[in-house]
């Protein structure tokens, strides 16, 4: 008889809920639509997921400080335990541009689509760092980088775009 999860516990969470973190997760106790079977790839994948989904809501600093599997006396049951540190939420700080002839702040911030003091979100940075590597706005070439800078005192991140080439095109 295959050993089947009986139990995943969930320590060290205080923001989000057990059964919100074990909602991130493919590995699943045995229940009535779960089978509890354990597979060790998506185990690994989940513990991923976790933290993922705690940078996808500001916690940067999250991480599972430690895990352990152990089995009944009878090897019929598997026990997951998952300890989590969540650490400080952190949101977007400033966000200015420097160089920026050819655009007014306000038009480059409004491709940014997040504002100052909106939860940090590790996708949005992705998402701008795609769009400006070269971004062409309204007939205009440009080359944007960022600098982005994580503040432990104010608990946010502030970016700082420099717009090194724009041209218009003609």
Not at 30 to 46: I, N, P, R, V
């Amino acid at each position: 008889e295959k050993v089947k999860i009986k139990k995943i516990e969930i320590v060290g969470n205080q923001i989000f809920s057990d059964k919100k973190i074990r909602g991130q997760m493919k590995t699943k106790a045995k229940a009535l639509l779960h089978s509890g079977d354990f597979k060790a790839e998506k185990y690994e994948e989940d513990k991923q997921k976790i933290i993922e989904f705690y940078k996808g809501n500001g916690y940067v600093d999250a991480t599972v400080v430690s895990d352990s599997i152990w089995y009944s006396s009878n090897n019929k049951d598997m026990f997951i335990h998952i300890t989590l540190s969540e650490g400080d939420q952190y949101r977007f700080g400033k966000v200015e541009f420097e160089g920026n002839k050819l655009f007014t702040t306000a038009k480059l911030q409004e491709q940014l689509k997040f504002q100052e003091g909106e939860i940090y979100n590790q996708k949005n940075i992705t998402r701008v760092w795609k769009i400006c590597r070269i971004c062409i706005w309204k007939m205009v070439i440009c080359t944007l980088t960022f600098r982005i800078s994580k503040s432990l005192k104010t608990k946010s991140w502030t970016c700082t775009g420099r717009l090194l080439k724009g041209f218009k095109l003609t």
